[in-house]
């Protein structure tokens, strides 16, 4: 069983930063595509951005050019840099991930329990 630990959220000002982290429990052999979704309150869960093992990125229209994704693989983990932070950014964010772990013989799908984010003046 592998499970994802999102961290980072919290409470910034609009036109400041925040970095999400995404720990996995498990040794990633290979990331088959990891992402970021977010929900806000009375709204349904959205994709924010993804990254694919082989590095190719994909953003909502609404956080294109502000957010960016990466992996770190020696950390078993994912990041998301979300810079000029406005209200409307305000939810929930949750890591997903489809990977191949040490130990495993096929890849598994896990989803993080979900960090807040909160962008208030």
């Known amino acids: 069983q592998v499970q994802l630990v999102e961290s980072g959220g919290g409470l910034v000002q609009p036109g400041g930063s925040l970095r999400l982290s995404c720990a996995t429990s498990?040794?990633?052999?290979?990331?088959?595509?990891m992402g970021w979704y977010r929900q806000a309150p009375g709204k349904q869960r959205e994709l924010v951005a993804t990254i694919t093992g082989s590095g190719n990125t994909n953003y909502a229209d609404s956080v294109k050019d502000r957010f960016t994704i990466s992996r770190d693989f020696a950390k078993n983990a994912v990041y998301l840099q979300m810079n000029s932070l406005k209200p409307e950014d305000t939810a929930v964010y949750y890591c997903n991930a489809l990977n191949r772990y040490v130990g495993d013989d096929s890849p598994e799908v896990s989803w993080g329990q979900g960090t807040q984010v909160t962008v208030s003046s």
């Open positions: 498990r040794r990633i052999v290979s990331i088959i595509v």
